[in-house]
């Protein structure tokens, strides 16, 4: 069985964004020679998030707005951030969106439903991240 890990690093301009990195993805897919196989993508940080959807503009506000109504940004509000933090409602965000995602690898490449891109999540941005590719199968 092969193996091959990779990370990607990120540094974004806002608190909260949403990244497409499929791109990316699909290169270490490429990368690790693995024809048949999973691969497993995840957020390398308590307050970010890897999770697959559709790349429209639309519906990334829509996220944006529901995370920000039901976990909004309140350094007050979240017993956490009496620790000197203010990123209570990152871990919040972090735990709806989820951590990660496997994808399965059919004949070389991701093996999507229509529409599926993979997409990291960033709930406590503007300081360098990282997200774990590993590809493994043969």
Do not use: C
């Amino acid at each position: 069985m092969k193996s091959h890990r990779e990370e990607i690093w990120f540094s974004t301009k806002q608190r909260q964004e949403f990244v497409n990195i499929t791109r990316q993805v699909e290169e270490a897919v490429q990368k690790s020679g693995v024809k048949e196989g999973l691969v497993l993508v995840n957020a390398m940080h308590i307050t970010a998030s890897v999770f697959i959807n559709d790349d429209e503009e639309g519906l990334h506000q829509d996220f944006a707005e529901f995370l920000e109504k039901w976990v909004p940004y309140d350094v007050k509000r979240y017993k956490h951030n009496l620790t000197g933090e203010d990123n209570g409602d990152s871990h919040l965000k972090r735990q709806i969106f989820g951590r990660e995602v496997v994808v399965a690898i059919t004949k070389g490449k991701l093996d999507f439903g229509p529409w599926e891109q993979i997409f990291y999540g960033e709930f406590d941005g503007r300081r360098r991240k990282r997200v774990l590719i590993k590809v493994i199968g043969e």
